[in-house]
């Protein structure tokens, strides 16, 4: 017989109801085991997970809803084919969601161009990322029911695609700046940002410790395990039936807000008052900055000679980490700005997503110093506050690249 002609596995099943594993072969037959050791907790929402080795995850709920996930292979990790990348801030995807759920409370606009997104994604013209700043946004709301619908809505249409960590981003990017100053690179930019490969929405540095498949796999079987681990893994945190707690104040709103409350009261000009909020923002970057300047290679002179050299400047290359900067320059210099404990999660993930996605639509108090920060780094994003905008401007990009190509 013809070794092509073979059959072979098409699909491998975990089947919560009946505690078995299938595989499903290219000529229809399939085989069922049982499984003893099942890998859905209690609090799971999850009834099946349907693999294709040949690319892709289906994850089905109790509920009976769909959500499909695309998978990266080890040598392909980020195929955007020429997609558009359109980031929305969290209290986006709630009309998004509750216009694809069913919901009654949102505009007209708001259900086309939710309606659209929806099926630009299906079409494979965009992708729309998720990031652990939606994760932890969703999962702590304690309404169970709204819960499902919005961790439903934003699995459904991000398809696996990840912003990396932004945490992460900025100490790439503040090693590739010292790789710049030293002229080894032309620019500070990184890949990857948005990503299909396993693990990136949390960094090492927060102390995630990633799975660890069998050390006799090889390795791109241990790959694919570990990718499809990962991959099932945020679906079923996202949609687990108990909400997470909020973790504990870190006392960072309090700290700016008593510092932008001192900075209204000196009498400097704007120059002045830039220069102490980057001598305020470069203490929260001590760590990165001393491990960033150790992996470029930089000897103490060095170290030395950069930081004699206005470094402030050397964060304008950055996409994300200036982008950041701009963002916090613009909200202490705003006289009488009211600091909130989720400006830092807002802050944080919109510079990472404005520094390297098209599109970006998010609230207005955060949307007016993204745009600034964008026009002061010539970066390319576009930011609106309405999805409605959003919509006709990435529509717009789409026809031009189809008529361009």
Avoid at 42 to 59: I, M, Q, V, W, Y
Avoid at 94 to 102: C, K, N, Y
Avoid at 285 to 302: C, N, V, Y
Wanted: charged content about 25%; some cysteine; proline content about 5%.
């Amino acid at each position: 017989m013809n070794q092509k002609s073979d059959p072979f596995v098409v699909m491998v099943t975990i089947d919560r109801e009946t505690s078995s594993v299938v595989l499903t072969r290219s000529d229809g037959k399939a085989a069922r085991a049982p499984l003893t050791d099942l890998p859905f907790a209690t609090t799971s929402l999850l009834d099946r997970l349907h693999c294709s080795p040949l690319g892709g995850l289906l994850a089905v709920t109790r509920d009976g809803d769909d959500i499909a996930f695309e998978l990266p292979t080890q040598d392909r990790t980020e195929p955007l084919d020429n997609r558009l990348v359109v980031y929305l801030d969290q209290n986006m995807w709630r009309p998004v969601s509750e216009a694809l759920q069913g919901g009654d409370v949102v505009s007209g606009e708001d259900r086309v161009a939710a309606e659209q997104l929806a099926d630009w994604v299906r079409n494979r013209l965009i992708v729309m990322p998720a990031s652990a700043g939606h994760y932890y946004e969703t999962t702590k709301w304690s309404v169970s029911d709204k819960r499902y619908s919005l961790g439903l809505t934003i699995l459904q249409l991000s398809r696996g695609w990840q912003m990396r960590d932004p945490l992460q981003v900025r100490e790439d990017e503040i090693l590739e700046m010292f790789r710049c100053w030293k002229g080894e690179v032309d620019s500070a930019r990184v890949p990857s940002v948005f990503t299909l490969a396993p693990n990136a929405l949390h960094s090492p540095s927060r102390g995630v410790t990633a799975y660890t498949p069998p050390s006799d796999f090889s390795a791109d079987d241990a790959f694919q395990l570990v990718a499809l681990t990962s991959a099932s893994t945020y679906i079923d945190v996202m949609l687990d039936a108990e909400h997470v707690e909020p973790g504990p104040e870190t006392g960072w709103a309090e700290s700016n807000q008593r510092y932008s409350n001192w900075l209204d009261a000196q009498d400097w000009d704007s120059q002045q008052k830039r220069r102490s909020i980057d001598a305020f923002l470069f203490s929260d970057f001590q760590r990165e900055l001393a491990e960033g300047a150790h992996a470029a290679g930089l000897s103490l002179q060095e170290v030395q000679q950069w930081g004699q050299k206005q470094p402030a400047q050397s964060f304008a290359v950055q996409p994300a980490t200036g982008l950041y900067r701009e963002m916090f320059h613009n909200r202490h210099l705003n006289m009488g700005t009211k600091w909130r404990r989720n400006d830092l999660t807002d802050m944080i993930y919109l510079s990472c997503a404005a520094g390297y996605a098209d599109f970006v639509v998010c609230e207005r108090h955060m949307r007016e110093p993204l745009g600034r920060g964008i026009r002061r780094l010539g970066l390319p994003a576009k930011v609106f506050r309405r999805l409605s905008e959003a919509v006709l401007a990435i529509g717009d990009a789409l026809e031009q690249a189809g008529a361009s190509g």
